[in-house]
């Protein structure tokens, strides 16, 4: 005869859910996330910002190298170019970084009042320092590994033009690309939070990032690699040939951020954070308030 106890009903398996969240869920998880960004002390958020700005410079490192092969016409050479440069914000929102540029969407706290205006603003400046220190120190390393010089210099030489081509245009025009750039970008970074899973997250970025980058379109943390890389080729005797190289220099690189980051604001402030919080996590008309026609 058995002597064990009797057995207990087998528990139901949990349900696996694999849809990604709704547009009310990201924006919750949106607004949570920006409430933890707060919370940071200001060395973590310094720490966490300079791996970001690190991460997207190891994209637009990639980018260069992908697209200095001569021998891929235009339209192509953008397209790879914009899916290598992805590489960057993978790493942002799967390992864990502070990304200036996606901490826009912090907008939707603020708006909650879930956040003042001293945290939000107080989180953007140490995070936009600190992005701009993770991408000169990978610049640093960079021109000490030698690697301008792959593909007999094509990469230095397309570092100066890259450069060059982001301190030429107007104020006005890199400002607008900056809003354009970042609207994409905050896109891409609230399908990150919808997402699932890692496979998710990556697919779900791809296009919208390698779609600013093919359109050239102006990111202030991406430019605060390709600016500085550039000008350190340029020093290192790459590039001579490149248009525009002789305005390159360390205020023409103020002037590209300057444009780029206010861009960058606007477009991810206004135009993602500001509208998704209003669709979705607004509170909804009393059945009493009058309907506007």
Same mark, same amino acid.
């Given at each position: 005869?058995?002597?064990?106890?009797?057995?207990?009903?087998?528990?139901?398996?949990?349900r696996?859910?694999?849809?990604?969240?709704?547009?009310?869920?990201?924006?919750?998880?949106?607004?949570?996330a920006g409430?933890?960004?707060t919370?940071?002390?200001?060395?973590?958020?310094?720490?966490?910002?300079?791996?970001?700005?690190?991460?997207?410079?190891?994209?637009?490192?990639?980018?260069?190298?992908?697209?200095?092969?001569?021998?891929?016409?235009?339209?192509?050479?953008?397209?790879?170019?914009?899916?290598?440069?992805?590489?960057?914000?993978?790493?942002?929102?799967?390992?864990g970084?502070?990304?200036?540029?996606?901490?826009?969407?912090?907008?939707?706290?603020?708006?909650?009042?879930?956040?003042?205006?001293?945290?939000?603003?107080?989180?953007?400046?140490?995070?936009?320092?600190?992005?701009?220190?993770?991408?000169? &120190?990978?610049?640093? %390393?960079v021109? @000490? /590994?030698?690697?301008? *010089?792959? $593909?007999?210099?094509a !990469?230095? #030489?397309?570092?100066?033009?890259?450069?060059?081509?982001k301190v030429?245009?107007?104020?006005?025009?890199?400002?607008?690309?900056g809003? &354009?750039?970042?609207? %994409?970008?905050? @896109? /891409?970074?609230?399908? *990150?939070? $919808?997402?699932?899973? !890692?496979? #998710?997250?990556?697919?779900?970025?791809?296009?919208?990032?390698?779609?600013?980058?093919?359109?050239?379109?102006?990111?202030?943390?991406?430019?605060m690699?390709? %600016?500085?890389?550039?000008?350190?080729?340029?020093l290192m005797?790459?590039?001579a040939?490149?248009?525009?190289?002789?305005?390159?220099?360390?205020?023409?690189?103020?002037?590209?951020?300057s444009?780029?980051?206010?861009?960058n604001?606007?477009?991810?402030? %206004?135009f993602?954070a500001?509208?998704?919080?209003?669709l979705?996590?607004?509170?909804?008309r009393?059945?009493?308030?009058?309907?506007?026609?």
């Amino acid at each position: 005869m058995g002597t064990g106890r009797p057995g207990r009903a087998a528990s139901p398996a949990p349900r696996l859910n694999i849809n990604a969240l709704t547009p009310v869920e990201t924006e919750k998880a949106v607004e949570d996330a920006g409430v933890a960004k707060t919370r940071l002390t200001g060395r973590r958020a310094f720490v966490s910002a300079m791996f970001a700005g690190a991460f997207i410079g190891f994209g637009a490192l990639f980018f260069l190298i992908v697209t200095a092969d001569p021998a891929m016409t235009w339209g192509p050479k953008r397209f790879v170019g914009g899916l290598a440069f992805c590489m960057g914000l993978v790493l942002v929102l799967c390992c864990g970084a502070e990304l200036f540029t996606g901490n826009s969407l912090m907008v939707s706290d603020l708006a909650a009042h879930k956040v003042t205006l001293r945290q939000m603003l107080r989180n953007w400046i140490i995070v936009w320092f600190g992005n701009l220190a993770g991408a000169l &120190l990978l610049v640093s %390393l960079v021109a @000490l /590994a030698g690697t301008m *010089g792959l $593909a007999d210099g094509a !990469v230095g #030489d397309l570092a100066v033009a890259t450069a060059a081509a982001k301190v030429t245009p107007g104020w006005g025009t890199l400002f607008v690309r900056g809003i &354009l750039c970042n609207v %994409l970008v905050c @896109l /891409a970074v609230r399908i *990150g939070f $919808a997402a699932r899973s !890692v496979a #998710d997250k990556v697919l779900g970025i791809l296009l919208p990032i390698a779609g600013f980058v093919a359109m050239g379109f102006e990111h202030c943390v991406a430019n605060m690699f390709f %600016l500085p890389m550039g000008l350190a080729a340029k020093l290192m005797g790459f590039g001579a040939g490149a248009a525009g190289a002789g305005a390159l220099d360390v205020g023409a690189i103020a002037y590209n951020l300057s444009a780029a980051t206010l861009g960058n604001v606007l477009g991810g402030s %206004l135009f993602v954070a500001l509208d998704y919080w209003y669709l979705n996590a607004k509170p909804a008309r009393k059945p009493s308030d009058p309907v506007l026609d």
